[in-house]
């Protein structure tokens, strides 16, 4: 009985610790602890729950994804309407509706209002009962929305309980509903539709349609890997016991409750207040992390919001005073292909002129040939382009009421645009590529700066800078040029002189003695880094038997598979390619046959083996680390895994170690994985 009831106190005792560190991380931004701190915590309030389910409650931190998918979205009926707000575009038509509300109140002060960001999201509903989740739901048409609790209670921030801070009872309303708005971050926006390309899943038009999408899921499972965020605007309803006066007191209570509220919030008095709040939020939309359309003014005395009432679908009190719009129509007056500086071929719209969000565009990009097909978009056909904060403009979608009959399908090129060579597509990417990474002008800056890097040939003084004036002056066509360059022209250039000159020129002649491994990863073939490169050299010996190596050969290398085979093969067989490697070795750039210590890597323990690194490293940096690793030939990976060999652990090792423990991954403290880069120990040895 003891026993249980320490087990029982243990696991409140934990709940109340994380929700305090969510209310200080989550509302007020200032952590109490680190994240592995926080881990720890987490993991022993599981492992608790997990032996005794008996103290399992649904509002635990644990809990946040912990139901199975729905079979269908039922209907809430909305106790207090969700209303839409009016719009007001000018300041005219604000100061009208200042006068109106004054009219009405005949106020004899200037009436105060809560102002701020509006946000580009989805309205919900979230009802506490005796501080606990019960039940969320979206806007719907005002009256009737979709019940997604499930979906809510996996957003991070999202408190499962409201935070108590006296521990009393009385200290919570017995029923609250509170209003937010649900959004997705633009980082986290571009994460997910970088994830989603790769998996090859929906890839979504813009932050809001991703949070709307993401919160309709039925499988509470998809939405937590989803970046929501959210909140709170408004309280609906609240218990009799509770007295709130303001606006500004309502949210206040509900932050510290718990539930976060805009920090951008402020109070202002009158026109000019108003007028002022505006002018600096959109000064600042496009630093902000999440998108905004506007902001929101709202009387601040409630007594004053209930006399003042509502009109139709809105209320009297309130109004969304709007940003030039980040939508518009134009016409797709042809489409060009740009070749990136990685050979990326991306489609690009040149558009007739149109102002969207205040900027004049003429150009968006179209990503690739599959999002033009997705689309379905033609060549003179009227499409909406939408644009937020610094993202590039891009189109959304074609008009299809008003295609053309002139309208014209878009073709890809078969040859690059800027050289010529062939073009490569990957079945399983997206993007197609030119194949003349040493050649092509538009990848020539990338070429020669990847070639002059410190673990390919590592030409020393021959930054990205110098590299932009060699290119610009026509001095440099191909990573050969490098090694004809001359003194005078190089000293006559921005900021280099004799002395800068001569030492990139005694630099340049040192790169010429290289290695194989070096070389082929100087080459810059897509995916083939240090230790792929390395695998290669010692499988081929030379690089004329790597030059005419069929896929079926190359995959039979370690670290090679079919994609990889796939690339290597097509740079090969491109002939620029081959020109310039002929040039470079005309020059003398050389290197010796492979040498019995460079063979003896691949029985090193960590070749071809799977490494995670966690914690903080004395000795030194995890960049380093990294980089040792994988001249190695081994893979650093950021998750542990079943496939995971080691993981090296350093200071404030958080969840990762504990991953690695439960899936008895072989763990080495910094010392030990010293010994193993240097010394090569064996499993055994440990």
């Keep these: ?81 969700m209303l839409s707000l009016d719009n007001v575009f000018s300041e005219v038509t604000l100061g009208e509706f200042y006068q109106r509300l004054s009219d009405r109140l005949k106020a004899q002060e200037p009436i105060t209002f809560v102002c701020e960001p509006k946000l580009d999201g989805l309205a919900v509903s979230l009802i506490y009962e005796k501080g606990v989740l019960v039940q969320a739901a979206t806007r719907g048409d005002g009256y009737v929305g979709e019940d997604i609790t499930h979906n809510i209670k996996t957003i991070a921030a999202m408190p499962l309980s409201l935070r108590n801070p006296n521990d009393q009872a009385e200290s919570l309303p017995a029923e609250l509903e509170v209003r937010a708005e649900v959004f997705m971050s633009k980082s986290g926006f571009i994460d997910l539709n970088g994830r989603m390309k790769v998996e090859g899943g929906k890839i979504f038009a813009n932050p809001r349609n991703a949070a709307a999408g993401s919160l309709r899921q039925l499988d509470p499972r998809v939405a937590a890997q989803r970046p929501l965020e959210f909140y709170c605007y408004a309280v609906a309803r609240i218990s009799s016991e509770f007295q709130l006066h303001t606006h500004e007191q309502a949210l206040k209570q509900i932050q510290a409750w718990g539930l976060r509220v805009n920090p951008l919030l402020q109070l ?203 290119v610009d002056q026509g001095m440099v066509t191909t990573v050969a040029d490098l090694y004809a360059l001359e003194l005078e022209p190089l000293a006559a250039l921005e900021r280099m002189g004799i002395k800068s000159a001569e030492n990139l020129l005694e630099a340049l002649q040192n790169s010429k003695q290289t290695t194989l491994p070096k070389f082929l990863y100087a080459l810059g073939i897509r995916e083939v880094g240090e230790a792929t490169a390395l695998c290669l050299a010692q499988a081929f010996k030379t690089l004329e038997a790597l030059m005419v190596a069929d896929e079926q050969s190359l995959e039979a290398v370690k670290e090679v598979g079919p994609v990889v085979a796939g690339r290597i093969v097509a740079f090969f067989q491109e002939p620029h390619n081959r020109q310039t490697i002929e040039r470079l070795q005309a020059v003398g750039v050389c290197w010796p046959q492979i040498s019995v210590a460079e063979a003896s890597i691949e029985e090193h323990p960590f070749m071809g083996k799977t490494v995670v690194l966690t914690g903080a490293l004395q000795e030194m940096t995890r960049v380093q680390a990294k980089e040792q690793l994988q001249a190695l030939g081994a893979k650093v990976s950021s998750m542990v895994s079943k496939k995971t060999d080691y993981v090296v652990v350093g200071q404030d090792a958080g969840s990762k170690l504990k991953k690695a423990q439960e899936l008895q991954i072989k763990t080495l403290d910094e010392t030990t994985f010293i010994r193993y880069l240097t010394e090569g120990l064996t499993h055994d040895d440990a």
């Design 1 to 81: 009985m003891t026993k249980s009831v320490s087990v029982q106190e243990n696991v409140l005792s934990l709940r109340q610790k994380l929700k305090e560190y969510d209310y200080h991380y989550y509302v007020l931004d200032d952590p109490l602890v680190s994240d592995a701190q926080y881990d720890r915590f987490w993991q022993e309030l599981f492992r608790l729950e997990q032996a005794h389910p008996e103290f399992i409650t649904a509002d635990s931190p644990t809990q946040k994804v912990s139901g199975q998918a729905v079979s269908g979205s039922k209907e809430v009926v909305h106790a207090v309407p």
């Design 268 to 470: 202002v008095v009158g026109v000019p207040g108003l007028e002022a709040y505006y002018q600096t939020i959109l000064k600042q939309r496009e630093q902000l992390p999440y998108e905004i359309d506007g902001v929101v003014f709202k009387v601040n005395r409630l007594d004053w919001q209930e006399q003042l009432g509502f009109v139709a679908r809105a209320p009297r009190w309130a109004v969304a005073y709007k940003f030039p719009a980040i939508e518009a129509t134009t016409t797709l007056q042809a489409v060009e292909f740009q070749v990136g500086r990685t050979g990326v071929i991306t489609p690009v719209a040149r558009l007739q002129p149109v102002e969207v969000g205040g900027v004049m565009i003429s150009n968006a990009t179209l990503h690739n040939m599959d999002e033009v097909v997705r689309l379905d978009l033609r060549i003179g056909d009227q499409v909406v382009v939408y644009r937020a904060g610094d993202v590039i403009p891009k189109v959304v979608k074609p008009i299809l009421a008003r295609r053309p009959k002139t309208a014209c399908a878009i073709m890809m090129p078969s040859q690059c645009p800027v050289c010529g060579s062939c073009l490569q597509r990957i079945e399983s990417e997206a993007q197609i590529r030119c194949t003349a990474g040493l050649f092509c002008p538009a990848q020539l800056i990338e070429s020669v700066r990847h070639f002059a890097s410190r673990r390919a040939l590592d030409i020393e003084g021959l930054g990205e800078k110098l590299i932009k004036q060699l």
